[in-house]
Nanobody, 122 residues
Framework: VRLVESGGGLVQAGGSLRLSCAGR??????MGWFRQPPGKEGEFVAA????????DYADSVKGRFTISRDNVYNMVYLQMNSLKPEDTAVYYC??????????????????WGQGTQVTVSS
């Protein structure tokens, strides 16, 4: 197992959760978070470069979510604040070895975790 997510759960709208992604594959790789809402296609959430120098977010989560990483402990985090019911989804972390301008596309990532469920109640 290369990547393992944790931290999902049930939270009320307006609440917060912090997702974690652990694994040796984190080291030296750019990382992304994606999510798949029930009955919908997967979508990009956030990305961070291998050294944490650059991040980007989907418009739907900008200002509410923060991606970060700890390269000493091979961890990537997704801090989610002001959660909304539409944030309900299975969240996946993914690792990308090579530079890509298309970092928002799932196909650009070689390694994936098993996902963690986030449910936001109204």
């Amino acid at each position: 197992v290369r990547l393992v997510e944790s931290g999902g759960g049930l939270v009320q709208a307006g609440g917060s959760l912090r997702l974690s992604c652990a694994g040796r594959t984190v080291r030296g790789n750019s990382m992304g978070w994606f999510r798949q809402p029930p009955g919908k296609e997967g979508e990009f959430v956030a990305a961070i470069t291998w050294n944490g120098g650059s991040t980007d977010y989907a418009d739907s989560v900008k200002g509410r979510f923060t991606i970060s990483r700890d390269n000493v402990y091979n961890m990537v985090y997704l801090q989610m604040n002001s959660l909304k019911p539409e944030d309900t989804a299975v969240y996946y972390c993914a690792a990308r070895r090579y530079y890509s301008s298309w970092y928002y596309l799932p196909a650009e990532y070689e390694y994936w975790g098993q996902g963690t469920q986030v449910t936001v109640s109204s």
